[in-house]
């Protein structure tokens, strides 16, 4: 069974460029949750995609925008980059079922804005 | 508001010795509660999670929490640190419904031989 993946592994932007990171969810899996964490940081979350559909947004501006695929991968794009964007950008996917909070994390894209 | 509290930044321990990491949250409704682990440059891997019933949960890689509701805590546990132990340590809380989940800032821990 593969796990949660995701690209690239590392990025470096500039200030002001759009930025878009990949996620592929567990097999099975219908949910995917995007959380920011900063260095010395906890994650935090960002939005969660459900069946195609956006199912719930943290505390992060519209720049911050989401698509889950029929395959229930999903993207992360971010606009306007700005210097605190620099973080680890984590992708969690949960089964169906009862018990949908267990999330299951990818390794992360280690993002830096130059 | 919800949120989750880690007193200790860092903790320091020999192997072999008996360890605790605090964590204490805030929520408004009966939470679901999970301790996660992260080796530097990974993302988080499951231990173990508190959705009800018995208040002491047993995890993977010996960890064990237990839920205190009175105290608002959800202590990990393991009896016996080893080495590969080193790593950072995240509290969550979410919601029974499966929506925002809220990390603590996370206990970063040292293993001595």
């Known amino acids: 069974e593969t796990g949660v993946t995701q690209s690239p592994t590392h990025l470096i932007k500039t200030r002001g460029q759009q930025v878009t990171l990949r996620c592929s969810s567990q097999s099975g899996h219908n949910t995917v949750s995007w959380y920011q964490q900063a260095l010395g940081q906890g994650p935090q979350f960002i939005f969660q995609?459900?069946?195609?559909?956006?199912?719930g947004r943290g505390n992060f501006p519209p720049r911050f925008s989401g698509l889950q695929f029929p395959n229930y991968s999903s993207e992360l794009n971010v606009n306007a980059l700005e210097l605190d964007d620099s973080a680890l950008y984590l992708c969690?996917?949960?089964?169906?079922?009862?018990?949908?909070?267990?999330?299951?994390f990818g390794p992360g894209t280690r993002l830096t804005v130059l | 508001a919800q949120s989750v509290t880690q007193p200790d930044i860092h903790i320091t321990v020999s192997e072999g010795a008996s360890l605790e990491l605090r964590c204490n949250y805030s929520y408004g409704a009966t939470p679901y509660l999970f301790w996660y682990v992260q080796s530097p440059g990974q993302g988080l891997q499951l231990l173990l999670k508190?959705?009800?019933?018995?208040?002491l949960v047993q995890g993977i890689k010996g960890f064990e929490a237990e839920f205190k509701r009175s105290q608002s805590s959800f202590n990990l546990r393991k009896p016996s640190v080893h080495w590969s132990d080193a790593a950072e340590y995240f509290c969550a809380v979410g919601p029974n419904t499966g929506n925002q989940f809220y990390f603590g800032t996370g206990t970063s821990l040292t293993v001595i031989p």
């Open positions: 969690a996917s949960s089964p169906p079922g009862l018990h949908t909070d267990t999330q299951y």
């Open positions: 508190y959705f009800s019933g018995d208040t």
């Open positions: 995609y459900y069946r195609e559909e956006e199912n």
